[in-house]
């Protein structure tokens, strides 16, 4: 479903900045395998740098990067042009202000959710081509999941409500309660 939605194809080349033992690293390697898509990877001292991160993903004609805000900011900080580049973001929360730089920039930007116990995301939200205004939200389930906002007893909360959230399908680690 990740090739689906967010999206990567042949012609993607995505530029891959985690370290391998980090599970979104089964995204950056596993997923453009699978689609046929190019993986330029980033060693540890490029993706800690925003310029030369910027001069790798030039080079490389980047057109896909999944990283956390503080990587994005890494990259605001250089210079970097997101014009055009699928940014995926998650790890962290997604600061309104990056957001809008990343949207008025040009780049086709989706929050990416999901703890390390669901391998990789759980829920995805596309932001569009207007910078958001206000809290950006963790988005709909992916494919095979499903989520659920609950109160202290574990009853469903109503629309607008505070809870906990709970997160139940195939991408939730085997044994995790």
């Known amino acids: 479903s990740m090739r ?7 012609s993607d080349v995505l530029c891959a900045v ?15 395998l699978a689609s046929g898509a190019t993986i330029a990877v980033a060693d540890r001292e490029t993706a800690q740098d925003g310029r030369d991160l910027a001069a790798l993903m030039k080079q490389a004609g980047a057109t896909v990067l999944q990283a ?6 890494l990259l605001k900080a250089s210079g970097f042009d997101p014009k ?12 309104v202000d990056l957001a809008a730089w990343l949207v008025e920039s040009g780049a086709t930007v989706v929050n990416c959710y999901g703890p390390t116990e669901t391998t990789i995301w ?5 932001l569009g081509s207007r910078a958001p205004s206000g809290a950006i ?10 989520v659920y906002i609950v109160d202290a007893s574990g009853e469903p909360c109503a629309v607008g ?7 139940g399908g195939a991408g939730v680690a085997r044994g995790y309660l």
Not at 161 to 167: M, R
Request: glycine fraction near 12%; aromatic fraction near 10%.
């Open 122 to 126: 759980s829920t995805l939200h596309p």
């Open 68 to 73: 956390t805000p503080s990587t994005y900011r």
């Open 18 to 32: 985690v370290t391998l033992s980090f599970d979104i690293a089964g995204y950056e390697m596993y997923v453009p």
């Open 4 to 10: 689906r939605d967010p999206g990567l194809g042949p």
């Open 137 to 146: 939200p963790i988005g709909k389930p992916m494919d095979n999941t499903t």
């Open 161 to 167: 409500v505070f809870g906990e959230l709970l997160i």
């Open 84 to 95: 055009g580049l699928k940014a995926l973001v998650g790890g962290e929360l997604f600061p």
